[in-house]
């Protein structure tokens, strides 16, 4: 129940594309929902969060959807460009007395020139 | 604002020794988490500190342990190490008003 289940394992899109990353999850107290981006050799960076209550979050090119009765969420990269290129993973925590995450397996996307 | 900073960056050490790890969080951040990363088990929680005290704990041996200073530092040691430990060790730091975490470089553990 703790699991985060993320898809695919690898994405290549061309460059100016659309990159898609789906996330789903079981534990019905997860409400905080972010996702993080990763280059080699470097700490995961925090790129954009949403919570249950709304269902859609926009920052630049970079969307979640979150489908709280499906229980699922996805990173939609609008106009992908070849710097986008990275592991992306999803997570999710509860809001309880601790800020433990529970990530996804990880994307590692290629976007072609 | 300066990051997470973690020391060292990297670390080789043999089978059955110990290895202190240290991570100051971002100035004003009071809670501090560890993550491994490895490739077969991916992001995994370690244990996360706030105001000195542990909050949460992963599911890993006792061997794995932290503590959190007064200055919000922490650090967290590996006693006995085997092969698998071998990992980037990631430290994260929060504020006290939402969930986000701010990762660091980490640190890169080789077991010989």
């Known amino acids: 129940q703790q699991q985060v289940k993320q898809s695919p394992q690898s994405l290549i899109v061309q460059k100016g594309g659309i990159s898609i990353i789906n996330c789903a999850y079981e534990?019905?107290?997860?409400?905080?929902f972010p996702w993080y981006q990763q280059f080699p050799g470097k700490g995961p960076a925090l790129l954009i969060a949403?919570?249950?209550?709304?269902s859609e979050k926009k920052e630049g090119r970079f969307t979640i959807s979150f489908n709280k009765s499906a229980k699922q969420f996805s990173l939609h990269i609008m106009d992908s460009q070849p710097g986008d290129s990275a592991t992306y993973f999803c997570?999710?925590?509860?809001?309880?007395?601790?800020?433990?995450?529970?990530f996804g397996s990880g994307t590692r996307l290629l976007v072609r020139p | 604002k300066a990051g997470v900073t973690q020391t060292p960056r990297y670390l080789i050490k043999t089978r059955g020794q110990q290895v202190t790890l240290s991570c100051s969080p971002i100035?004003?951040?009071?809670?501090v988490s560890w993550y491994q990363q490895t490739p077969g088990q991916g992001l995994q929680f370690l244990f996360e500190?706030?105001?000195?005290?542990?909050?949460n704990k992963g599911n890993f041996p006792g061997r794995f342990s932290g503590r959190q200073f007064s200055n919000s530092r922490s650090e967290m040691n590996v006693s006995t190490l085997e092969l698998g430990d071998s990992a980037l060790y990631l430290c994260?730091?929060?504020?006290?008003?939402?969930?986000?975490?701010?990762f660091g470089p980490g640190t890169r553990l080789t077991v010989l």
């Open positions: 994260a730091s929060s504020t006290t008003v939402n969930n986000e975490q701010f």
């Open positions: 534990n019905t107290a997860f409400d905080y």
């Open positions: 949403i919570r249950p209550d709304v």
């Open positions: 997570a999710a925590s509860i809001r309880d007395s601790s800020y433990k995450l529970i």
């Open positions: 100035s004003g951040h009071r809670s």
């Open positions: 500190y706030f105001s000195e005290t542990q909050r």
